[in-house]
């Protein structure tokens, strides 16, 4: 009988899917036009110098050590409409495992939002942060986050409302729990701005910024402000790409030394790819960052939270528009007694290949 079910309801849609097109999209095709479907996926082999810790520290992608590893497997559904728009994306994998420290680990992203004026937009649910120069690792140029990306937020929840002012400025202003959590962690509420500048056809602007208590109940509030610029640029017609970015926060009250006075963060980046065909790329990333206070960072060593930098050099050979592979080096440094790597050192070195796939 299930058998019999199902072969009539593919029978079903073949006949309204026939009947749609002869009608110019009449019927149940309408009700499916505006979804659009994506998949990625991206699996790698890593090795470092850090040879005790199976877990590569200070990173959020290719995390463990000497093994073939899936680093995310994805998939979204899209909607797009006039006046309605939505997303939903799952994911799996080592990337999920350990950035997405929420409930529900395997939603990545889930909102909705509604078209309120001409380019005035209000969207609620889950989101991908808007703070910082690198996201997903199919948009960045190479496979491993710079420290000061590493300790910004991944994901938030809550409410934006987004405006295009023309063709060169849009803003976005966020309510959210906090600070790359999901579920509250105290009674109160974060704010955040975004705003982009497009200077010129391959010159991009962008400021970011979010406002808020993030300790937890029931500890005393503290009040965070992390501020965020990045410049963008890639031109087709050239060969160069680049993005500079630099950051500085501050939190009330969590200097160690001084706990009645604020603690300072900085951070900065400056990735450079050089494309020698639509095939062949080679990237250097120089990149710093400094929370001695372990603000977002935590104690790290001898009482101190981190600072280091680091050097990236990358290749990247795409076969197809849709896929790449990728090698990578990276050197890491931390301060001279942050000795937390294989053999009581503050260096390591990281070497991993990654092959990606987007639909």
Same mark, same amino acid.
Not at 52 to 73: C, P, Q, V
Not at 169 to 196: F, M, R, T
């Given at each position: 009988?299930?058998?019999?079910?199902?072969?009539?309801?593919?029978?079903?849609?073949?006949?309204? *899917?026939?009947? =749609?097109? *002869?009608?110019?999209?009449?019927?149940?095709?309408?009700?499916?036009?505006? /979804? *659009?479907?994506?998949?990625?996926? &991206?699996?790698?082999?890593?090795?470092?110098?850090?040879?005790?810790? +199976?877990?590569?520290?200070?990173?959020?992608?290719?995390?463990?050590?000497?093994?073939?590893?899936?680093?995310?497997?994805?998939?979204?559904?899209?909607?797009?409409?006039?006046?309605?728009?939505?997303?939903?994306?799952?994911?799996?994998? #080592?990337?999920?495992?350990?950035?997405?420290?929420?409930?529900?680990?395997?939603?990545?992203?889930? $909102?909705?939002?509604?078209? @309120?004026?001409?380019?005035?937009?209000? &969207?609620?649910?889950? /989101?991908?942060?808007?703070?910082?120069?690198?996201?997903?690792?199919?948009?960045? /140029?190479?496979?491993?986050?710079?420290?000061?990306?590493?300790?910004? %937020? !991944?994901?938030? =929840?809550?409410? +934006?409302?987004?405006?295009? !002012?023309?063709?060169?400025? &849009?803003? =976005?202003?966020?309510?959210?729990?906090?600070?790359?959590?999901?579920?509250?962690?105290?009674?109160? +509420?974060?704010?955040? @701005?975004?705003?982009?500048?497009?200077?010129?056809?391959? @010159?991009?602007?962008?400021?970011?910024?979010?406002?808020?208590?993030?300790?937890? *109940? %029931?500890?005393?509030?503290?009040?965070?402000?992390?501020?965020?610029?990045?410049?963008?640029?890639?031109? %087709?017609?050239?060969?160069?790409?680049?993005?500079?970015?630099?950051? !500085?926060?501050?939190?009330?009250? =969590?200097?160690?030394? #001084? %706990?009645?006075?604020?603690?300072?963060?900085?951070?900065?980046? @400056?990735?450079?790819?050089?494309? /020698?065909?639509?095939?062949?790329?080679?990237?250097?990333?120089?990149?710093?960052?400094? &929370?001695?206070?372990?603000?977002?960072?935590?104690?790290?060593?001898? $009482?101190?939270?981190?600072?280091?930098?680091?050097?990236?050099?990358?290749?990247?050979?795409?076969?197809?528009?849709?896929?790449?592979?990728?090698?990578?080096?990276?050197?890491?440094?931390?301060?001279? $007694?942050?000795?937390?790597?294989?053999?009581?050192?503050?260096?390591?070195?990281?070497?991993?290949?990654?092959?990606?796939?987007?639909?």
């Amino acid at each position: 009988m299930k058998i019999l079910k199902t072969i009539l309801t593919i029978a079903l849609l073949t006949i309204l *899917s026939s009947t =749609s097109y *002869s009608q110019g999209k009449e019927g149940i095709l309408k009700y499916f036009e505006n /979804f *659009s479907i994506s998949t990625y996926a &991206d699996a790698y082999y890593g090795w470092n110098t850090d040879k005790y810790s +199976k877990i590569r520290k200070f990173d959020g992608m290719d995390m463990t050590r000497d093994e073939f590893r899936l680093n995310i497997a994805q998939f979204s559904l899209a909607y797009n409409a006039e006046n309605v728009r939505g997303i939903v994306t799952l994911h799996y994998g #080592d990337y999920a495992k350990y950035n997405w420290l929420t409930e529900n680990q395997n939603l990545q992203e889930a $909102n909705v939002g509604f078209k @309120v004026a001409k380019g005035l937009w209000v &969207d609620a649910g889950y /989101f991908l942060t808007h703070i910082g120069p690198e996201g997903m690792l199919k948009n960045n /140029f190479i496979n491993s986050f710079s420290l000061p990306s590493y300790y910004e %937020p !991944f994901y938030q =929840s809550g409410v +934006k409302v987004s405006y295009n !002012f023309n063709d060169k400025v &849009d803003a =976005s202003i966020y309510v959210i729990n906090g600070y790359n959590v999901i579920e509250d962690n105290n009674k109160n +509420k974060s704010v955040g @701005v975004q705003i982009n500048y497009q200077v010129h056809d391959f @010159v991009k602007l962008t400021y970011n910024n979010i406002i808020g208590n993030e300790q937890p *109940s %029931p500890l005393p509030g503290k009040t965070r402000i992390l501020n965020n610029f990045i410049i963008n640029y890639g031109c %087709p017609c050239a060969k160069w790409d680049a993005i500079i970015s630099g950051e !500085f926060g501050t939190q009330e009250g =969590s200097k160690l030394s #001084d %706990p009645t006075a604020p603690a300072y963060t900085y951070g900065g980046m @400056v990735s450079l790819r050089y494309r /020698f065909t639509k095939k062949y790329s080679t990237t250097v990333r120089g990149d710093f960052y400094q &929370d001695l206070d372990g603000v977002y960072s935590g104690i790290v060593a001898n $009482n101190t939270g981190i600072k280091g930098n680091g050097l990236t050099l990358g290749l990247e050979y795409k076969p197809i528009e849709e896929a790449y592979v990728r090698f990578q080096t990276r050197y890491l440094r931390l301060d001279d $007694n942050q000795k937390v790597f294989y053999d009581n050192t503050n260096s390591r070195t990281d070497v991993n290949m990654s092959v990606g796939f987007t639909y």
